[in-house]
């Protein structure tokens, strides 16, 4: 244990790891001289990897080292001593001399045994370096720092290997996807990273896939631009995916997951929209279809359907693509749109990207020896499918870097299927031929169409405005639409119509309305269930689609896109598109009730029992994903960019209403007027503003027209009275009149206008008198806990009146008709906008 002999030792470890890199280094230059990269990366990698095991051995050499040093002294008694010699504390009667005491420690000693070493030595004696702590608490740094950027995934960004700038996009993924949890309500945010990480193995996989296919398509364009739109393609994949996930558990997690899932999907759509392809938005949009209706009950990825040796081979894959295989297609084939490659590598790429999402999904049951037979074809098809690739794609470190992740896969499942072929005993399973893979491949193909790209008239021009945006300037556009009506003065406009008492505002509308009749039928027959449902495989799906649309309501948002279409003059080659437009905006509609009456316990709508009532809040759910997925793909179909990104941006709105109104329950003290408005905004006015600008657009108008943004007003202007008067009549009409229980709202602790107007301490500009002092801290005490004592509806009911809160309610309405009707003078004048004007004056008049 001299210095001599520990150097010795460092020495040979050291010796040892030059060696083994030498040779490694020296095989990996002659298999570069062979143009083998595959093999020299596999030597790089074990270079890596012994030089690594080299310096754990020179830690273990120095640890066994310093611990026979530790037993040592520990063990062996001082060299002039015997054992028992007292040197201290002795009387001075028993105190021997120095030369006595010597004389007797030798003699002892001499008669001692030499001391015996274990091995290894006893834990205690052994010397801990400071250096192997600070060693273990970098390894426990670096795990979690790993962790905190790749979450449970394994960590592909980290691979050497791959490039540094697709490294780098992947690092910043996880940050942009952790951030749109942030964003929501601090309730939501844990429930949120309780139910679903954001990037756990396949999101993260989708984002990869989706960098890696920019770069390999990127290098073969000999294009230098950034890998950001791949990033945020991979990031929307990954939050539809993750959306989805949280609403087939949405029995276990309740309102929660409902709302989780509609705000990530919310901000997946808006994150397609942003990107300005209309074929990855329109493949997109048929991909939540397809997974909305698959995934429901009777279909081929229903709940537990999934294992090969439970329900064949055939049935297997087509639910392990559902699940999977489509998001990656879906990811694949979309990068190869961004990037306008050709046909033949926008199938290269979807072919590989379903055959690995597949194996992945396949590769999870890892007791089942079918599946992970089914995986490994997959596997090796996925790789075929880069072979389709011209040879420098295949050869750049994106491509190779796309192998490694199918390569992955392919060593997995034959570790496993080793493994569960030792295990077996009393039956023997069979895989599958290659000849019986080959069929289940081609059914698989001819299923599930790869989708069409670029149309002929397609407008991909990205617009900007209030309606096309979500940044400051549409935050301040919609506070000054909200405080035009809160605190603005009344505008000059033409005298409100006074309807005759023989017809009525409600007859009178609908004479208005023959203007528009050949349109409206048309738009009558988009909204067929039958046509709607006519994509489900599935029997709820369908059914409960034709239930919705039997009862075809009062159809007022299609007969408010028609009537700004020929307000604007729309050429007849351009109706056909409005009317599709209309149809997706009351389908759009349609869905959010679904969703909303989930999320308020609502048994009836229109006095018929609502969808979850009849089939249960999961297939309901479902339901309502398949119904947005269908207005995205009408949408996506009038090949109008500025159109997509105005209903992607509503939808994003109903996220955030949804998430608003969640988080503010019987809330009157930190809930003022103007979040009450921008709630309303966000759940109802907003479908009717970008429903109106998309009519302006459709019709011929420029997105930033003042016709088009004086549309955009009038219909926000139009969606806030209409949403105030909703709220009024829910104080003031019975459940035969409305269709709906009464006081449903106020029940629910979704605080409305005549609510907030009594709540107020200060007198408002829209009549009525404050409540004094004691009144109002009884309101708000009676609010604060819940409406749960007998009597507290009938006592917020008296306060209210008693603050007039309803026909304060009533005139912000009028002030907000008023408002857009102002915006009418923009538009030509003739009997559509006439039209337009008793559209308006219909809302503040409705009794139902």
């Not at 790891?17 to 020299?40: F, M, T, V, W, Y």
């Not at 949120?192 to 990480?197: G, H, I, Q, R, S």
């Not at 081609?442 to 149309?455: M, T």
Request: aromatic residues 6%; charged residues 25%.
């Amino acid at each position: 244990f001299s210095p001599s002999r520990r150097e010795a030792s460092w020495h040979l470890c050291a010796s040892a790891s030059s060696r083994i890199r030498r040779g490694l280094g020296l095989d990996r230059a002659q298999a570069h001289r062979q143009g083998d990269g595959e093999k020299a990366m596999h030597y790089r990698r074990r270079s890596l990897l012994s030089s690594v095991i080299a310096a754990f051995a020179v830690g273990a050499a120095c640890l066994v080292c310093l611990g026979w040093r530790g037993a040592l002294l520990a063990t062996q008694p001082p060299a002039s001593l015997a054992p028992g010699t007292v040197i201290t504390g002795a009387s001075p009667h028993t105190r021997r001399a120095p030369e006595a005491a010597r004389e007797a420690a030798e003699t002892e000693t001499s008669k001692l045994k030499p001391p015996t070493l274990d091995y290894p030595p006893p834990a205690a004696s052994v010397t801990w370096p400071r250096w192997l702590s600070l060693l273990a608490a970098t390894y426990a740094a670096v795990q979690g720092f790993r962790r905190k950027l790749f979450g449970g995934a394994e960590a592909v960004a980290l691979d050497p290997a791959l490039p540094w700038s697709v490294r780098w996009e992947l690092i910043r993924s996880r940050k942009d996807l952790r951030s749109k949890g942030k964003q929501a309500p601090r309730a939501f945010q844990s429930t949120l990273k309780d139910t679903a990480d954001t990037l756990e193995e396949l999101p993260a996989l989708l984002v990869t896939v989706a960098v890696l296919a920019g770069d390999l398509l990127r290098q073969k364009q000999g294009s230098k631009s950034l890998l950001t739109p791949f990033r945020k393609l991979g990031e929307a994949q990954a939050l539809l995916f993750t959306a989805g996930k949280l609403h087939l558990g949405i029995g276990e997690g309740g309102n929660m997951r409902l709302l989780g899932g509609d705000y990530l999907f919310a901000e997946g759509q808006w994150t397609m929209a942003e990107l300005g392809s209309l074929p990855a938005i329109r493949r997109t949009a048929r991909m939540i279809r397809e997974v909305s209706d698959g995934t429901s009950e009777g279909g081929p990825a229903y709940e537990k359907q999934g294992k090969m040796g439970d329900c064949g081979p055939k049935a297997a894959l087509r639910a392990a693509f559902l699940r999977a295989g489509t998001y990656f297609a879906t990811v694949a084939s979309s990068a190869a749109w961004v990037s306008s490659a050709p046909v033949t590598t926008v199938a290269a790429l979807r072919r590989y990207g379903a055959d690995l999402g597949c194996a992945l999904q396949l590769a999870q049951y890892r007791d089942d020896v079918a599946s992970q037979d089914l995986a490994l074809w997959l596997a090796r098809s996925a790789l075929e499918a880069l072979q389709e690739l011209d040879k420098s794609m295949q050869e750049s470190p994106a491509g190779r870097g796309l192998r490694r992740l199918a390569y992955r896969v392919e060593r997995s499942c034959k570790a496993t299927l080793a493994k569960l072929m030792l295990q077996q005993t009393s039956s023997q399973e069979n895989g599958l031929s290659f000849d019986e893979f080959r069929e289940l491949r081609r059914e698989l193909d001819e299923e599930v169409l790869p989708g069409q790209g670029h149309k002929d008239g397609d407008d991909e021009t990205m617009a900007s405005g209030p309606g096309f945006q979500r940044d400051a300037v549409a935050e301040h556009e919609l506070e000054a639409l909200i405080g035009a009506g809160l605190r603005g003065s009344s505008p000059t406009s033409t005298l409100p119509i006074t309807w005759s008492a023989k017809a009525g505002s409600k007859a009178t509308l609908e004479g208005k309305l023959r203007f528009i009749g050949r349109e409206l039928m048309e738009v009558n027959q988009l909204l067929d269930g039958a046509l709607l449902s006519q994509p489900a495989g599935t029997n709820i799906v369908r059914e409960t689609v034709i239930k919705l649309f039997a009862t075809s309501g009062k159809r007022l948002r299609p007969a408010l896109v028609l009537l700004v279409a020929r307000a604007l003059e729309a050429p007849k080659a351009s109706l056909s598109k409005v009317a599709s437009l209309a149809a997706s905006v009351e389908v759009l509609h349609c869905a959010s009730l679904v969703h909303d009456d989930i999320l308020d316990g609502a048994d009836l709508r229109r006095g018929e029992p609502t969808a979850h009532v009849q089939i249960g809040e999961r297939p309901a759910t479902l339901v309502g994903d398949y119904l947005f997925a269908t207005a995205s793909v009408l949408v996506a179909e009038l090949g109008s960019m500025p159109v997509v990104l105005l209903i992607s941006k509503v939808v994003a709105d109903f996220g955030r209403g949804e998430l608003a109104q969640s988080a503010v329950r019987f809330e009157a003290v930190d809930y003022s007027l103007e979040d009450y408005l921008a709630k309303s905004f966000y759940k109802t006015a907003s479908l009717l503003a970008a429903a109106c600008q998309a009519a302006a657009v459709l019709s011929g108008s420029a997105p930033d027209s003042k016709e088009a943004n004086a549309c955009y007003r009038f219909g926000a202007y139009i969606g806030l009275a209409f949403q105030v008067v909703d709220d009024v009549l829910d104080f003031i009409s019975t459940e035969e009149e409305l269709g709906k229980p009464a006081l449903a709202d106020l029940k629910e602790g979704n605080l409305s206008a005549p609510v907030l107007f009594a709540a107020q301490e200060k007198p408002g500009m829209h009549g009525g008198e404050p409540l004094e002092s004691e009144h109002r801290r009884e309101l708000l005490e009676t609010l604060e806990r819940r409406l749960s004592e007998d009597g507290d509806l009938d006592k917020v009911m008296a306060l209210v009146e008693d603050a007039k809160g309803v026909e304060q309610a009533k005139n912000l309405a009028r002030r907000f008709a008023d408002l857009a009707i102002a915006e009418l003078t923009v538009l030509p004048e003739g009997e559509a906008r006439e039209g337009l004007h008793i559209f308006a004056e219909f809302v503040v008049a409705r009794t139902s």
